[in-house]
């Protein structure tokens, strides 16, 4: 067969596989050591933090022009499978960073992405994300935060529920509703906000299963003025750029999945290759063989689905709607099977913090819920066959 044939390029390429070397290797070293301290005292991890923006791995998807290293949606997918192996808190700090701007990167003014794109690829702050409310989850279109013009300006009031990393991001992507007897779904606009913003406040941390060094706060608004040139997009056009930024940001939720569940098996393999019973290794019962065999199929079944929707993310392929649900709604609901029977191979050991294995599975459950449940992924799927 030619030396250029398809079966030839169905593989990660060089840099790639640098890339997961490179992340592999600071998240083993700088990452993995305070990965229970982190999850324990429910405390940002700035260790991950750090390391991440010396390594330019913090906001790696912003392109060069605005000061990023324009890694490629595969290469951001590998930085956080990579990080989350060790520890999916320290995930989120580069995937939230690619959520809060990617609305600014695919419907931002000149003038917005350069303000606040070099921002967060130089390191010096985060940007989050706010679109949902307590009541407008799936819903979003529901929404009640308002946003009213005056003047050149405007002024938001209202709040936003289950913000990440809110209270350590400086900037934030929020949708509010600018015209409340407009068409629904088309009267909704973005707005950059700046945590120094009068008017501006928030909620006190959430107490949460997992990913607990991951804060998680509403965000508030009481009069918080605006400037008008921190539009983001259209006005009335914010919740297109939000589904818009959900296509491609779904498919790093995935990736977090598989990073989560790698890390799961890769202990459990470590613990049943020591671990003796009935005169034997636990990893020689044909039952353990059987059960291992199905987690790593899974796990790499939604790695594959991952990369294939990363790429098609990267070439804004038309049916990217389809496979970013596919891989969230698959990789996750692997997560969670394979991080389940992770502590069921440990027995009694693994439902205990002396391993992280119950962390991981804690962990898991949120990636079914955040950018979409997963049920929603399905209802996403379906109107996509349908159409």
């Known amino acids: 067969m030619p030396a250029d044939s398809t079966f030839d390029t169905y593989r990660l390429s060089e840099d790639h596989e640098a890339i997961r070397a490179a992340v592999r290797e600071i998240a083993e070293a700088r990452i993995a050591p305070f990965a229970a301290e982190v999850d324990e005292q429910e405390r940002y991890p700035q260790e991950a933090h750090d390391a991440l923006v010396e390594t330019d791995f913090f906001a790696p998807h912003i392109p060069e022009e605005y000061g990023g290293v324009g890694a490629d949606a595969l290469a951001m997918c590998i930085v956080i499978e990579e990080v989350a192996r060790v520890c999916a808190s320290s ?21 917005v992405k350069t303000r606040y794109l070099s921002r967060v690829a130089s390191g010096s702050t985060s940007i989050s994300y706010g679109l949902s409310e307590r009541e407008a989850g799936s819903d979003t279109a529901s929404m009640r935060c308002r946003a009213v013009a005056d003047g050149d300006d405007w002024v938001l009031s209202g709040q936003k529920s289950w913000i ?5 991001s400086e900037l934030y992507t ?20 700046e945590s120094s913003d ?4 928030l909620g006190a941390k959430e107490r949460k299963l997992g990913v607990r060094g991951s804060p998680t706060r509403e965000l508030m608004f009481d009069r918080c003025r605006i400037p008008g040139d921190r539009v983001v997009g259209e006005v ?9 930024t959900l296509d491609h940001t779904r498919v790093t939720i995935g990736a977090q999945a598989v990073g989560i569940a790698q890390g799961a098996l890769d202990h459990a393999l470590d613990y049943i290759r020591e671990r003796r019973q009935f005169g034997q290794r636990v990893a020689d019962f044909q039952g353990i063989q059987f059960m291992v065999a199905d987690m790593a199929m899974q796990l790499e079944a939604a790695r594959q689905l991952v990369y294939v929707a990363a790429a098609k993310s990267e070439r804004g392929e038309s049916d990217l709607p389809f496979f970013g649900a596919a891989a969230k709604c698959y990789a996750t609901d692997m997560a969670m099977r394979v991080t389940t029977d992770a502590v069921q191979l440990l027995g009694g050991a693994g439902y205990t913090r002396d391993f992280p294995l119950e962390r991981m599975m804690r962990d898991a459950k949120i990636t079914q819920i955040y950018e979409g449940t997963n049920q929603i992924q399905r209802l996403v799927m379906a109107r996509q066959l349908l159409r």
Do not use: Q, W, Y
């Not at 809060?100 to 000149?110: D, Q, T, W």
């Not at 990440?164 to 350590?168: F, H, I, K, L, N």
């Open 174 to 193: 929020v949708l509010a509703v600018t015209d409340p007897d407009g068409p629904r779904g088309g009267n909704v606009t973005a707005f950059v906000v």
């Open 236 to 244: 009335g056009e914010g919740l297109k750029i939000a589904l818009r």
């Open 91 to 111: 995930s989120l700090i580069p995937a939230v960073n690619k959520l809060g701007s990617m609305p600014l990167i695919v419907a931002g003014s000149e003038d």
């Open 164 to 168: 990440t990393s809110a209270g350590v």
């Open 198 to 201: 009068d008017g501006f406040d």
